[in-house]
């Protein structure tokens, strides 16, 4: 597993030079006057759709969790391809759909070794937005694993609550 962390063009004044990724996540959620084009809703769908078309269309990686923040990405991942092949695609794809240039072509990355590092940094990636202020529930931030999981979860209910109606009984009634 890696976690990964993109960020946009712009969205930090000057580059940091040998910073943690936690230090990066810090100055980047600090930078309310900075570029926050991925707090406009088609880039937040572009960016969300080239991360779901990444895992089930092109096999690139499984994702564990993800976040779209205002100036950055959070992705935790079990790549199957290289890092920098994934950056490369997923950016180049979502420029392309979107028309627009905005990513800087770097990123901060983790290795995740054990099971207790890959739940933490699901929670780190998933409540992103609660510790910002931004939501009061990690399901509720749109863009995220967390909010795509209970929609899912939602949907699994609302199918157990339909009534049953046997197969039989519809080819019955329509005789």
């Known amino acids: 597993m890696i976690l990964v ?3 946009l063009r712009g969205s930090l004044r000057q580059k940091p030079r040998c910073a943690s990724a936690a230090a990066v996540d810090r100055m980047l959620d600090r930078s309310a006057g900075e570029q926050l084009l991925l707090g406009e809703e088609r880039y937040a769908r572009v960016v969300r759709d080239a991360l779901v078309r990444g895992e089930h269309e092109m096999g690139l990686y499984t994702l564990r969790a993800w976040v779209i923040q205002h100036n950055h990405v959070h992705v935790l991942m079990e790549p199957k391809a290289g890092t ?3 950056a490369e695609t997923l950016m180049d794809a979502s420029e392309l759909t979107s ?3 905005f990513w800087e072509r770097e990123s901060y990355e983790r290795v995740i070794r054990n099971t ?3 739940n933490e940094a699901t929670h780190f990636v998933e409540h992103h937005p609660v510790r910002l202020g931004l939501v009061d529930r990690a399901a ?3 863009w995220s694993s967390a909010y795509v999981e209970r929609a899912e979860r939602k949907a699994e209910v609302e199918m157990l609550s339909l009534p049953f109606t046997s197969p039989c009984t519809r ?3 329509r005789v």
């Open 99 to 101: 028309g627009r240039q």
């Open 171 to 173: 080819i019955s009634a």
């Open 116 to 118: 207790q590092e890959c």
């Open 84 to 86: 920098v092949y994934i």
């Open 5 to 7: 962390t993109w960020r």
């Open 140 to 142: 509720d931030w749109e």
